[in-house]
Every structure is written in structure tokens, then in C-alpha cells.
């Protein structure tokens, strides 16, 4: 195997990325940002989800998709592989729980150290496969049992590649902070001790990184608000170069999980040295902005400081003082009424300003996991948001567009966060399903922010107005970072950034450096750590994909002209491709986040429905695919699919544009919004699904009472109703053996064995100070805002 370094290409061969699929087949992703290249199971036999290839492109397959044979394995991506220890058939081997690798790990006699059969553990491949050999592993880590407290978490982070451990270094430094701030910290910063900035999160929250503060003011003749917003000053105990910041590129973002949270810093600095605790002096950023009656920013300035948090809230809390000022809770915090009464004022305010300025709003549904000690699931209710949620959030909104207007005016490269356009071909169905429900959006060809914010209204009150809702957020494109100000549509800004957030965002902290730079008349230019791999992973389409081309070819050319000598250029121009390659980074590694955040919670969600098998409940269609209907359990919020084979004996027809099944015979349909009943009839663990039997109601018998109802499944068409699973990921037949009676022998010739065996292995499946104290000599005085020229967002 060639190295990366040494490829040349053929001039018929394109370089990519391997992505497998759980079925067997797989895609090279090209890095030329091309169409996707079709590998059948046998080109997939050879190489590994992840894998660096060369591919050569012979022709297209029966969907017209290109189709290519792999001819040279550039990079293997699997070193370590995740899975269940298991015995079949007298060999040992390793199914990993990453279903889009179709490979059983083949594991030596010796090989199997201190794992137990069933155990969850870490493989580390000794030899790949090829056409002709299965892959060989050993075990190096033993994770425990599948069923041990907090393992679907484990699991996930090694599948998705989240770092989960601090190097030593970086815990070195964290370590080596001070546990307070120090005297010489306060140079340069202005004094907010006086003022009773309070912070405003949820119950659970561990880690404080913003608190605010409102006043009435008067601006020149014009009645306004002063809206003080701290954001936690990381990058003061940050610096670029240092293991703690290569640390906080390497994972761009903290990893949020029921029970749990992977940070991208250490807990000294996100829990402790930088968090917005009560009562101690923290520092910060501050965005110190001034909101006429209208919502529009007559001023702002940033500015370091050194404030001190006079209270946490919870949202609940604040809620309970703002919608009852003569209940328990408002009387408990009597000296904070008139700052939450000012902040709810300026909410009202602001809010009514987004409504007029044309801004999506999504009234989506979010859940929460509730679990025992023990980490498993017990209910799964809905999250509940209140006035308090949106007037934090209107507040953070207002200091992060006050950000990207800074930096915009000030010409300083930085990461905005970018929502771009629908799609034409996205809008296009959008409009087809509106149609059919007689709506329609406005705009024409390009429709704006309040075409879609008019319709949102159209759509609030009608009973399907979940399932139009779902339909429109799935035309609108996936927000992404990049130096090029593209804009918010969703939010309807001409520029947006992200400022609010630089304990668990990196391009927050990038941001706060990209401020202070400006404030110091100096150039911040970014420089990319060597030890930290760039995670440049290209998107299925879009703009993100479009970047993250770029993103790789500036990066390669980058480490070229460093192989061979040449001096870096130096100017705007070339701080460009780094901010480029920064912004595909960071957005590739939410996507991360976000895949990991979804498996883990689909993993609980399956090991709770193990105890609800057989069982019937009410639930509506989310989405309509041409192989079934996805449904929403309607009590327990968990989703789940109903084969297409299980509507019964007619032939069903996916109308894309009318987003339903039709039955050629019957004239059947089943559409997005519909409610239906259905029995709980398998999961599958592994491969994280719920499936579903659809379930009939029958009307009156002969001679029978007219309000008698019989349930059957919609299976009873002559052939076997589908039976429910075994609580078990396997069947019976798959149980793993006692580690007595290997078969030496067969083991030794399994190493011979054929890519065919990811077909068994589809088999398997089956189976808190008061408010206005006095301090100290103060580190500087409190600057008034000053005013710039008023800017309508």
C-alpha cells in the first residue's frame, strides 16, 4: 500500500472517501466534490468504511449511478473497530456496531485477551480485508457488558471518532490555571461588578457562559434599553498554540447526550475558572448595545470586563416571576423584579421586530429522556419552552448579530454562521406538497424569509399543521460556518455570527479573538496546530459541499508547499484558506455531534421499546418513503417504520409531490399527518429501528353489535403475521457460546473466507450578591455607548 503523500493518480482514477451503507453496498466520495460513485458488495468486500481510495469509474449501474471498481486502497481509516465479542460456528470474531463497516472482525486464538463473549469491546485491525480475506483483529480494550449503565455512550463516541479523553498536556495546563480570578487579570477591563448581570439557564445546566442585564435609557431624545449581554472570556485562558486550544479545535464542539456531556474543554475552565458562577468575579466579553422601542440597534460597543453574576435563574423560575408577580417565587426575588421586568419589556420588543423583519419561526415539538440511576430510559416527555427560553434567546440573538455587524464593518476575516437559500429542486417540492394541501408560497422563483414566516401563519391552526411544518423545515438547507458572508435566511440577518457560546463552540472563541484584535487594531490570523487532523468530510450536496472541496484541495496544497520548502504567503489572502478549511472543520464536526447525539437516543429509545413489544398505540405519519411510512407513537414520542409489505396484499405507489402511499387496487391512501394504530412488532438494537404492524379497525359483524371492533394485522392476507421479536439483538439460533470447544481449525480457515460474510452478518441482525453592592476600586470605568449609526437588521 502506497502512502497518501506518494499518490498519483491515474488520469481515468478519482481519489475519495469510502461511505458504506448497511446494506452491504457503499459510495466513494469523490474529492473533487463530484457525483457519487456506486461500489457494489463485492468492491465493498475490499475496503472499509472511512477508507482512502482510488476508484475508477466503469460505467453506471441500473439507476444510471455511476458505478467504480476500487484500485488501490490509499489510506485505511479503521484502526481500532468497536463491537460485540462473539462466537460463531467455533470462530471467534467481532461484529462491529458501526453498521455501515460489513466486516466481521476475525480474532486469533490469543487474540481474545480478558474479553468475554457478549462483551462490548475495541479491535484493533492487525490485518484489512481484501477480496479474498477476512480482517483480523485483536481486542485491546474491554468496554463491558452491552447492557452496563452509560455503554450505548461509549459505543458512540468511538463509532462516530468524538474525542472523549484530554491529552495530558491539555490537563496539564488546565490544571496549572488559577482556581480564581487574579488581580493582574482585571488590567485593561471595565469594572460590571456594580451592575446585577444575572444568568438565565436550564435546570440541568452545569457550565454558565452568558448573563444579562436591562435598563431603560434614554438615547439623545429617544426612549431605548441598554442591554448588557457577558459572555464567559475563554479565550483569556485559551491561547492559540496551546494543547487547550488544540483541543478545542480538535472536537469544535461539546457532545451533548442524555446524562451526559463530552466537553470540548476541561472541567476546570467549563464548569469552573470560566463559567459564569454566582457570587465570584468571572471575566468576560461584553456587548454593551442600545435597542430603540422599534427593535432596532441604535448602538453597540464590546468591550473586556470583569463582572460578577448577582443571581442564577433557571427558566422555570423566571417564568413563574414574570407570568405571576404576586406568587411564591417573585416574592422570593423581589430585588430582581424590575431587571426581569425590563428584560421581558425588551423581549416584547424585539420579538415584534423579527416578526416584522420576516423571520421562520418553527413551532417543532422537542423531547427529553428521562432515566433512572441506572441510565435507562423511564418516559420520554416533551420539553416545554416558555417566554424565558425566547428572551434569552432574543438576547443572544441581538449580541451575535451585533458581532458579525463588527467585524463585517471592521473588513476582519472570521466564521459567520451562514443559512443559505432553498434549493430549487427542494423548492420545488415543497411547492408540490403545498398544493395538495391548497397552500402555496409566495416569492416566485426566490422567495423571501416572510413568504415562508406567511405561510408558517397559514399553516398554525389547521390540524396537519405538524406535518406541513415537517415538510417545510425539510426544504430549508442545514446552517453551516464559513468566511464568506452569505447571510441568515432563516433568521432573516444580512449577517450572523456566533459569539454567545465560546465554552462549547469553537467558533465562538474564534470570534472573541477576531473582536479583541479589532479592539487592539491588530489582525488575528489563525494558524492550524500540525497534530490536530482537520475533519474535511464533504457533505451529500450543497454549498457545505462546494466548501469542504476547497477546504481540502487550500489544505493539501498547504502541506505540499510545506514538504517542499516553500514560504507561506503571508496578507488577507492567505489567511483565507485557513478560516475556509476552519469553517468546513467545525461544521462537519456538529454534523458529528449531532449523529452521535441521535444514535445514542435512538439506542435508548429501542432498549425501551424492548418492553413494549406486542403492544398497540395510536401514532402519525412523519414522513413517507417509497419502501414505508415512518410513524410518531403518539404518548411515548418514539418513531418507528411500517413496511410497505405490511399495508397488506396491494400494490402501493410513493407519490413524492402528495407525500403518500396509494394502493393500485384498494385506491388506499396513506399520507403525512395520518393517524394510525399500530402494534409494536420488532426491534432491532443493532441497527437502532423500531418496527411497527400496522393495525386495522373492523366494522360491525353480521349480526353484531355495531359498536364491537376486532383487531387485526394488516398482514392477514394468507401468509404468517410477522412475530414479535426476542428481547434479544439476536435470535437463538445466534446466542453466543461458552468460550469452551473453539474450533482451532475453522478459525484458521476463516481467515481465508470471503467479503461474503457481510451477508450472514445481515442475517444476524434479524435477530448566587444582592443586586447594586459596593466594590472595590473598580478596574475601569464604565464606558457610555457609543453611537453609531442606527442599522436596520
Known amino acids: 500500500m502506497r502512502k497518501a503523500k506518494d499518490l498519483v493518480p491515474r488520469e481515468a482514477d478519482r481519489l475519495g472517501t469510502v461511505q458504506g451503507h448497511r446494506d452491504g453496498f457503499g459510495f466513494v466520495i469523490p474529492d473533487d466534490g463530484g457525483e457519487d460513485i456506486f461500489l457494489s458488495e463485492r468492491e465493498m468486500s475490499r475496503v472499509m468504511h472511512g477508507d482512502r481510495v482510488n476508484v475508477k469509474v466503469l460505467g453506471t449501474d441500473r439507476r444510471g449511478r455511476p458505478e467504480g471498481q476500487i484500485v488501490e486502497v490509499v489510506l485505511h481509516a479503521n484502526k481500532v473497530v468497536i463491537g460485540r465479542l462473539l462466537n460463531e460456528n467455533g470462530v471467534l470474531i467481532v461484529a462491529p456496531e458501526d453498521n455501515r463497516i460489513g466486516h466481521d472482525i476475525l480474532i486469533p486464538p490469543k487474540g481474545q485477551g480478558q474479553a468475554k463473549l457478549g462483551q462490548v469491546v475495541s479491535v484493533e485491525i492487525i490485518?484489512?480485508?481484501?477480496?479474498?480475506?477476512?480482517?483480523?483483529?485483536?481486542?485491546?480494550?474491554?468496554?463491558?457488558?452491552i447492557d452496563d449503565p452509560g455503554m450505548e455512550i461509549e459505543i458512540a463516541v468511538r463509532k462516530y471518532g468524538v474525542p472523549h479523553e484530554?491529552?495530558?498536556?491539555?490537563?496539564?495546563?488546565?490544571?496549572?490555571?488559577?482556581?480564581?480570578?487574579?488581580?493582574?487579570?482585571?488590567?485593561?477591563?471595565?469594572?460590571?461588578?456594580?451592575?446585577?448581570?444575572?444568568?438565565?439557564?436550564?435546570?440541568?445546566?452545569?457550565d454558565f457562559d452568558d448573563a444579562v442585564y436591562c435598563e431603560p435609557i434614554m438615547h439623545g431624545k429617544t426612549k431605548a434599553w441598554r442591554l448588557i449581554v457577558g459572555i464567559a472570556d475563554v479565550s483569556h485562558y485559551v491561547k492559540p498554540g496551546h494543547p487547550l486550544d488544540d483541543e478545542g479545535l480538535l472536537r469544535a464542539t461539546s457532545v451533548y447526550f442524555p446524562r451526559r456531556v463530552i466537553p470540548m474543554l476541561p472541567e476546570k475552565i467549563s464548569n469552573g475558572l470560566c463559567s459564569l458562577n454566582p457570587n465570584v468575579d468571572r471575566l468576560c466579553m461584553v456587548c454593551d448595545a442600545v435597542v430603540d422601542n422599534n427593535g432596532i440597534v441604535l448602538a453597540y460597543?464590546?468591550?473586556?470586563?470583569?463582572?460578577?453574576?448577582?443571581?442564577?435563574?433557571?427558566?422555570?423560575?423566571?417564568?413563574?416571576?414574570?407570568?405571576n408577580s404576586k406568587g411564591p417565587e417573585a416574592a422570593r426575588f423581589s430585588e430582581f423584579s424590575p431587571l426581569l421586568g425590563n428584560l421581558y419589556a425588551l423581549y416584547k420588543i424585539l420579538l415584534s421586530a423579527r416578526e416584522k423583519r420576516?423571520?421562520?419561526?418553527?413551532?417543532?415539538?422537542?423531547?427529553?429522556?428521562?432515566?433512572?440511576?441506572?441510565?435507562?430510559?423511564?418516559?420520554?416527555?416533551?420539553?416545554?419552552r416558555n417566554e424565558a427560553h425566547r428572551l434569552i434567546e432574543e438576547c443572544m440573538l441581538t449580541a451575535n448579530v451585533c458581532a458579525a455587524d463588527f467585524i463585517d464593518k471592521n473588513k476582519h476575516l472570521s466564521l459567520y454562521r451562514v443559512h443559505g437559500e432553498p434549493s430549487e429542486e427542494k423548492l420545488m417540492t415543497l411547492r408540490q406538497v403545498l398544493r395538495t394541501s391548497s397552500l402555496s408560497l409566495g416569492g416566485g422563483e426566490k422567495p423571501k424569509p416572510r413568504d415562508y414566516a406567511k405561510l408558517m401563519r397559514e399553516i398554525k391552526d389547521r390540524p396537519d399543521a405538524n406535518m406541513l411544518q415537517s415538510v417545510v423545515l425539510r426544504s430549508m438547507q442545514q446552517a453551516m460556518y464559513q468566511p464568506d458572508n452569505e447571510g441568515h435566511f432563516g433568521l432573516a440577518y444580512p449577517a450572523y455570527s456566533h459569539f454567545t457560546s465560546p465554552i462549547r463552540r469553537y467558533p465562538d472563541l474564534l470570534t472573541h479573538r477576531v473582536i479583541k484584535s479589532i479592539l487592539q487594531k491588530k489582525a488575528y490570523v489563525p494558524a492550524l496546530s500540525p497534530t490536530v487532523p482537520l475533519n474535511l468530510t464533504l457533505p451529500r450536496k450543497g454549498k457545505g459541499r462546494e466548501n469542504?472541496?476547497?477546504?481540502?484541495?487550500?489544505?493539501?496544497?498547504?502541506?505540499?508547499?510545506?514538504?517542499?520548502?516553500?514560504?507561506?504567503?503571508?496578507g488577507a489572502n492567505a489567511a483565507l484558506p485557513i478560516w475556509g478549511q476552519l469553517g468546513v472543520h467545525c461544521s462537519s464536526n456538529e454534523r458529528r455531534a449531532d449523529e452521535a447525539s441521535r444514535d445514542v437516543e435512538a439506542w435508548l429509545k429501542c432498549y425501551y421499546m424492548r418492553d413494549h413489544l406486542g403492544q398497540e398505540y395510536a401514532g402519525t405519519v412523519t414522513s413517507v418513503a417509497n419502501f414505508g411510512l415512518f410513524i410518531q407513537l403518539e404518548n411515548l414520542f418514539v418513531e418507528g417504520m411500517v413496511h410497505v409489505t405490511e399495508l397488506g396484499g396491494d400494490y402501493f405507489q410513493f407519490d413524492e409531490a402528495r407525500q403518500e402511499l396509494r394502493g393500485e387496487r384498494t385506491g388506499i391512501r396513506y399520507r403525512l399527518g395520518d393517524r394510525l394504530h399500530v402494534l409494536v412488532s420488532r426491534v432491532d438494537l443493532d441497527a437502532r429501528k423500531i418496527e411497527f404492524s400496522l393495525v386495522k379497525s373492523i366494522g360491525a359483524e353480521v349480526g353484531g353489535s355495531s359498536s364491537r371492533r376486532q383487531l387485526i394485522l394488516a398482514t392477514d392476507t394468507g401468509r404468517p403475521n410477522k412475530k414479535a421479536a426476542s428481547k434479544k439483538s439476536r435470535p437463538e439460533s445466534k446466542?453466543?457460546?461458552?468460550?469452551?470447544?473453539?474450533?482451532?481449525?475453522?478459525?484458521?480457515?476463516a481467515g481465508n473466507l470471503s467479503a461474503n460474510q457481510s451477508k450472514s452478518k445481515a442475517s444476524r441482525k434479524n435477530g448566587k450578591s444582592k443586586p447594586g453592592r459596593s466594590v472595590g476600586k473598580p478596574a475601569g470605568s464604565k464606558p457610555p455607548v457609543r453611537s453609531t449609526n442606527a442599522r436596520r437588521k
Open 127 to 145: 490485518d484489512y480485508p481484501d477480496s479474498y480475506r477476512q480482517a483480523l483483529g485483536r481486542v485491546v480494550e474491554v468496554l463491558g457488558e
Open 358 to 384: 420576516g423571520a421562520i419561526e418553527f413551532e417543532t415539538t422537542e423531547t427529553q429522556i428521562i432515566s433512572n440511576e441506572l441510565g435507562k430510559i423511564l418516559r420520554i416527555e416533551p420539553r416545554l
Open 735 to 749: 446466542v453466543p457460546q461458552k468460550p469452551s470447544g473453539i474450533n482451532v481449525n475453522a478459525a484458521k480457515s
Open 301 to 323: 460597543q464590546f468591550y473586556p470586563a470583569v463582572m460578577h453574576s448577582a443571581q442564577r435563574f433557571t427558566y422555570d423560575t423566571v417564568w413563574e416571576i414574570l407570568s
Open 166 to 206: 484530554f491529552s495530558a498536556a491539555a490537563m496539564k495546563e488546565a490544571a496549572a490555571l488559577p482556581d480564581s480570578v487574579q488581580q493582574e487579570d482585571l488590567e485593561g477591563r471595565v469594572d460590571l461588578r456594580d451592575i446585577p448581570l444575572v444568568t438565565i439557564d436550564g435546570a440541568d445546566a452545569r
Open 548 to 570: 469542504a472541496v476547497n477546504a481540502k484541495k487550500s489544505h493539501s496544497d498547504a502541506k505540499a508547499n510545506t514538504a517542499k520548502g516553500t514560504k507561506t504567503p503571508k
